[in-house]
């Protein structure tokens, strides 16, 4: 057994275990794509609507600021995609698939803040009270414990030492 084996706990190359993490990471990326790309094409199309006008400048600052990140966003979960396509038969896998889950990792976080923007123009819009910032918070405080407390969480837990890089 090398080391490798004991690290990754499989009887694997590096690059069948490039090739499992890539497909593992795009089923991932799927999974966010789709909820980026619902946000986003709700987003490019609320300033076509009359309503938008009526918006205060600071709602409309928050909501261009909102666009701009749902743009990067999909960039940064998109980006996985173009990478394979780009390096792909260059025999760089291992490689891609490390800048790849940073990218990965970029656009949740992308999308976390994306998301509160959203909420924020939103609530802003339907309410005026004071407790707006609170609900935000609580909601961040949720999206930070769902995708990156528990999971930390149990990296640390369950694992003996070794970590999976």
């Known amino acids: 057994m090398t080391e490798d084996d ?3 706990g499989r009887d694997e190359s590096e690059e069948e275990r490039a090739d499992r993490m ?3 990471l795009i089923q991932e990326v799927r999974v966010a794509q789709t909820g980026v ?3 986003f094409g709700f987003l490019l199309t609320v300033v076509f609507y009359p309503k938008y006008t009526t918006l ?3 709602n409309q600052h928050i909501y261009i600021v909102t666009v701009v990140l749902g743009a990067c966003t999909t960039g940064a979960l998109i980006g996985p ?3 394979h396509r780009l390096v792909s038969g260059h025999r760089v896998k291992p490689q891609a698939v490390r ?3 940073r990218l990965t990792f970029l656009g949740l976080v992308l999308l976390l803040i994306t998301m509160a923007s959203a909420l924020l123009l939103i609530l802003r819009v339907a309410t ?3 407790y707006v910032p609170w609900l935000i918070a609580a909601v961040v405080a949720w999206y930070l ?3 990156f407390g528990l999971p930390l969480w149990a990296r640390h837990r369950h694992t003996t030492g070794t970590e999976d890089r």
């Open 37 to 39: 790309q619902i946000l």
């Open 56 to 58: 205060s400048d600071a």
């Open 22 to 24: 890539w497909g593992e």
């Open 6 to 8: 004991r690290r990754t």
């Open 99 to 101: 800048l790849a889950a």
């Open 145 to 147: 414990t769902c995708w």
């Open 128 to 130: 005026h009270d004071g």
């Open 81 to 83: 995609v173009s990478l």
